[in-house]
């Protein structure tokens, strides 16, 4: 309803006309990645075919072209983040390198003996691994804050946890297997009352709500650009300046120093001292095409209109019999992970990949707090902007046909 039109949205899509096992495809698997709009492919095809030349060396034509062209994406990713400088913008691959960018840089110049870091049971693994590794290094702990039985964190849980020894608080802002949206504001400004630098794993978030890094105060920020239809293979850290200026590098080699003797190496400054080898160019610019293509829609306009999709597809998921949503917080972003009473995930998945809807089922990286609802795993449908109410019509219908054929068959 409203000015956003999703049956537009979905025409600016070509995989969304793709037909599988003889049925129109319904991507439902937006939270493991979206697809990519014209614009972006266009751009990626633009690029190989007038600008590709790796960047920054070579004086002629072509390298001040892809250099142009990658230093504007990272203009573009400063933008969409309100980031006060591109200086503040490194690429990486995705959010997994990224957060282990903050974790062996940042972590192993700060994290001492006895120092605790703290995030919460919502985390995906790729913000749990790294901080255990760097915990084991460093005999550091790593403490968790625990949630309640909607799936959100229990705010005074998570405060218990701050105090002195806390260096590091790490936390994501939407939760990638159960939707639910955290009070990132609330929960930096606590942990920075307690004097820890805050690391927001924003993969889930950015492309369902505006994002102002400044706003949110935190020290770093990381996301992947295959989850806000850019391609697989680039992603972004957010480093503030006051912790980038004296972070030492995490991988050595070209693009990243100041000088190099046999003796000694200086470094480059940020973003450069965090981006060694040649980058992901052709991807970056990708990836800013996409950021464009999101601003064109408007981001208030995306979250306003998932959560109406989301709302009706609550209320026609609660119709199908034996079906239990994991995670009811009221503050969710394009997530409805569930489970069906008899049936194994892996199974609905199945089925429901015969009728054309790709949905997830698993444990979607996120053991923990699944563990947490009693469960191994669930039926993950995510939402976009292209999907439209008849996606949900689909899935639900598909679901009641799924249980009616189970009931009748007397399993
Ligand atoms: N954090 C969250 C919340 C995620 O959902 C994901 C991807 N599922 C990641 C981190 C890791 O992202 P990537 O696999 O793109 O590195």
Redesign the pocket.
């Known amino acids: 309803p409203g000015l956003f039109d999703a049956n537009v949205v979905k025409r600016d899509f070509p995989i969304l006309e793709e037909r599988v096992h003889g049925r129109r495809l319904v991507w439902l698997d937006n939270?493991?990645t979206t697809q990519k709009p014209q614009a972006v492919i266009d751009r990626l095809a633009y690029y190989y075919e007038h600008e590709n030349s790796n960047v920054h060396r070579a004086a002629h034509a072509l390298a001040a072209r892809a250099t142009d062209a990658y230093e504007a994406a990272r203009d573009k990713v400063r933008r969409f983040l309100n980031a006060p400088s591109p200086k503040n913008i490194i690429f990486v691959?995705?959010?997994?390198?990224g957060?282990n960018l903050v974790a062996q840089s940042w972590g192993r110049r700060n994290i001492a003996a006895g120092d605790e870091i703290v995030i919460t049971w919502l985390e995906?693994h790729?913000?749990i691994v790294p901080w255990q590794q760097l915990c084991a290094e460093k005999g550091a702990r790593l403490r968790v804050a625990p949630v309640n039985d909607r799936g959100e964190v229990i705010l005074e849980e998570y405060e218990r946890l701050l105090g002195p020894k806390t260096r590091l608080v790490s936390f994501?802002q939407?939760?990638?297997a159960l939707g639910t949206i955290t009070p990132a504001r609330e929960m930096v400004d606590m942990a920075h009352r307690y004097g820890a630098r805050v690391h927001v794993?924003g993969?889930?978030a950015v492309s369902h709500m505006p994002v102002d890094v400044q706003q949110l105060g935190c020290e770093f920020y990381t996301f992947?650009g295959?989850?806000i239809f850019a391609p697989t293979g680039i992603?972004v850290v957010y480093g503030s300046t006051d912790e980038l200026e004296i972070m030492p590098p995490w991988q050595g080699g070209g693009n990243m120093i100041a000088d190099v003797t046999f003796e000694k190496t200086t470094y480059g400054p940020p973003p450069s001292r965090f981006e060694a080898g040649t980058g992901n160019i052709a991807d970056a610019v990708g990836l800013g095409a996409a950021l464009d293509y999101v601003s064109s829609l408007g981001l208030v306009n995306i979250q306003r209109y998932e959560h109406e999709l989301r709302l009706y597809a609550e209320e026609r998921l609660a119709r199908v019999p034996g079906l239990r949503m994991i995670g009811t917080s009221p503050e969710k972003a394009g997530v409805l992970s569930f489970v069906l009473d008899g049936l194994r995930t892996e199974d609905v998945g199945g089925l429901l990949d015969q009728e054309g809807i790709a949905v997830r089922s698993g444990h979607?990286?996120a053991q923990p707090i699944l563990r947490r609802f009693g469960v191994e795993s669930t039926v993950r449908a995510s939402l976009a902007p292209y999907n439209t109410y008849e996606d949900i019509d689909a899935l639900v219908a598909a679901l009641l046909r799924l249980q009616a054929g189970r009931s009748s068959r007397g399993i």
């Open positions: 939270a493991a691959r995705g959010a997994t390198e957060i995906h790729a913000n994501t939407v939760s990638n794993d993969a889930q992947s295959h989850k992603g979607h990286c």
